[in-house]
């Protein structure tokens, strides 16, 4: 059988742990296999009593995630983006571990990595980072959880112009907005981001605990009706029962640009 190379590289000094994605050839994709080696991760992490994760890609990379593995998405009339979706896996371990965890962005963050970015709980990213939210290039109807994701860090304005554009914005424009915690120079974003690991190691973890999940609860109390609920959903079908997601899943296997019919 042939031997699989671990997709990321996890390590523990001084109550930090390290996540470091490690797989260039597919530009670190949030595939099946990625996501459950994070997930294992930070398992281990919350079993060392880690206080404080970094998530990173391998220093100097150009793409730091390319995204949801858009290969492995399902063919029309199934739900790309349900509850055992690994994207949607990897949102709730990141926002249900007990410690803080810091996303060290360095290159370009497309996709589904934009929601796994805004999921963790503080952003240090080099000035040349940009983040592009891309489910509108390949007719993807994003869920709900996953809208809150953004809507719970950006103004809806922001999130909008993300989610309809589809376009890179820059960290440096992000940091302004109070999305991206911090902009660092690439020579100096990997001792920045540890020192603010470091801090926070230093402060009472069960404390810091409590307040990332007091948070969590808050951020996610929406008050919706059952009607509304059943509306959005209705509206997701729509998408991913339509020919323009099929085009759009087609179109990047293909590796060609899509032709969207609207319907």
Not at 63 to 84: I, Q, T, Y
Not at 107 to 130: F, Q
Request: proline share 6%.
């Amino acid at each position: 059988m042939p031997i699989i190379e671990p997709r990321i590289i996890s390590r523990i000094a001084d109550a930090v742990g390290t996540i470091t994605l490690n797989h260039e050839a597919k530009r670190n994709a949030l595939s099946e296999t990625l996501v459950g080696e994070v997930v294992d991760a930070l398992a281990e992490f919350q079993r060392r009593d880690v206080r404080c994760a970094i998530l990173r890609a391998a220093p100097g990379v150009k793409v730091w995630s390319a995204g949801h593995d858009v290969s492995e998405l399902p063919e029309g009339g199934k739900d790309p983006l349900g509850w055992r979706d690994p994207l949607r896996q990897l949102i709730r371990e990141l926002e249900n571990f007990p410690a803080p965890v810091i996303a060290l962005i360095e290159g370009s963050v497309w996709g589904g990595a934009c929601e796994t970015v805004l999921a963790c709980d503080l952003i240090v990213a080099t000035p040349d980072a940009t983040f592009a939210a891309t489910p509108a290039r390949h007719s993807v109807p994003y869920n709900v959880s996953g809208l809150l994701t953004f809507l719970n860090a950006a103004h809806i304005h922001i999130a909008k112009e993300m989610l309809f554009t589809a376009q890179p914005i820059p960290a440096s424009r992000l940091e302004r907005m109070g999305i991206v915690n911090h902009v660092c120079s690439a020579g100096e974003i990997e001792a920045f981001s540890y020192g603010l690991a470091r801090t926070i190691t230093q402060n009472a973890p069960l404390s810091i605990s409590v307040m990332k999940e007091q948070l969590r609860i808050l951020a996610g109390a929406h008050t919706m009706s059952p009607q509304d609920f059943e509306r959005i959903q209705g509206l997701r079908r729509v998408v991913y029962n339509s020919s323009d997601y099929n085009e759009g899943i087609s179109a990047f296997k293909a590796k060609r640009k899509p032709v969207f019919r609207g319907h």
